[in-house]
């Protein structure tokens, strides 16, 4: 089956009701992949075409399938003709007229000037942990583990002491304040030229064979106060997205491949889907993957330690009995 000819059997709303079952395309409606409080988002031209106003991003069915399923056009063309029912053939290479020009990333030299003008990440003081400790109602364990992963560090921001979440290569860090308080109207900050995608945790460490991907600075402190209180440190990697609208990149999520991996959902709309759309990129990326949601509406991993001590440790058991499947 050639390209043409799926495409004459699938348009968009046929691909996005078996990667977006609870989404309706429409000349105006909202993003399917990302945040989005204003429809800013169409498909048109019968179905054939799709374009999403605040980005720019637009293209075809094949396009729209790459894009939802965070893929190389190439592997979206083999599984768009696999949708339509067809075999793959691969098409014959094409001479090379011109250098293909360097992928996009969202780093740039001015992220990087900014990034050498943020103040030293010092490792927390004992003091520093138990004020985290107490800010989250976690076990000190939960901070003190995160930062010997090298996670959890302190600095000034703002004129405010801080404890900062950050990516080990050092290009993403966040920021909330020590006495608990806000930026203004923001809980968290991000600091300036940060690559905010990037996810922070160990979860690039295949010695582990199971990962906690967490939504949040805090779920991070509590992912780890949650496998010390287990006993899984040496099953379990961390893996924190600082924010539900972010999509982490490709080269982040093929460290999963072959491992077994929990999104820990927050239960709000904007948290059930951003950990809908996690799954989605690792399942696709070769990681055997599910989701757990708290029962309560609101809720994240963190409020598990909120609960009554007596239920503790039944809840936690619960919410990581995932790490069975793990080799």
């Known amino acids: 089956m050639s390209i043409d000819e799926a495409k004459a059997k699938l348009d968009i709303p046929t691909v996005a009701a078996r990667c977006f079952p609870n989404w309706k395309p429409a000349p105006s409606c909202h993003s399917p992949w990302r945040e989005d ?13 799709w374009k999403d106003h ?3 991003d637009h293209g075809d069915a094949v396009d729209f399938l790459a894009k939802a399923l965070d893929i190389p056009a ?3 063309v083999r599984r768009f003709v696999e949708m339509a029912g067809g075999g793959y053939r691969v098409p014959a290479p094409r001479p090379k007229l011109a250098p293909t020009p360097a992928p996009k990333t969202e780093d740039t030299d001015d992220k990087r000037r900014r990034r050498a003008a943020w103040r030293a990440l010092e490792l927390p003081t004992e003091e ?3 004020a985290v400790a107490k800010i989250r109602r976690i076990p000190l364990e939960g901070p003190q583990w995160a930062a010997v992963d090298g996670i959890l560090r302190m600095a000034t921001v703002d004129g405010e002491r801080c404890w900062i979440v950050r990516s080990t290569c050092g290009k993403n860090a966040q920021a909330r304040r020590l006495d608990g308080q806000k930026f203004g109207d923001l809980k968290a900050k991000t600091l300036p030229g940060a690559v905010a995608t990037l996810p922070v945790g160990n979860y690039h460490d295949t010695r582990w064979p199971a990962v906690a991907l967490v939504e949040g600075g805090p779920d991070v402190i509590a992912a780890y106060a949650a496998i010390h209180r287990l006993g899984l440190l040496d099953s379990v990697a961390v893996c924190g997205v600082l924010g539900a609208s972010m999509r982490p990149p490709f080269g982040a999520v093929a ?10 959902a927050h239960n709000d709309p904007a948290g059930q889907k951003a950990a809908d759309s996690w799954a989605r990129i690792i399942h696709n990326a070769g990681g055997t993957v599910d989701i757990w949601t708290p029962a309560q509406a609101g809720a994240d991993l963190n409020d598990i330690f ?6 503790v440790s039944a809840a936690l058991a619960e919410a990581f009995d995932f790490v069975k499947g793990a080799n």
């Not at 909120?306 to 239920?311: C, D, G, K, T, V």
């Open 255 to 264: 460290t999963m491949r072959g491992r077994r991996v929990r999104v820990f």
């Open 54 to 56: 605040a980005t720019g």
């Open 128 to 130: 520093e942990l138990g």
């Open 306 to 311: 909120h609960l009554p001590e007596a239920e």
């Open 74 to 76: 190439q592997e979206a």
């Open 37 to 49: 409080r204003n429809p800013s988002f169409s498909v048109y031209d019968q179905g054939q075409k």
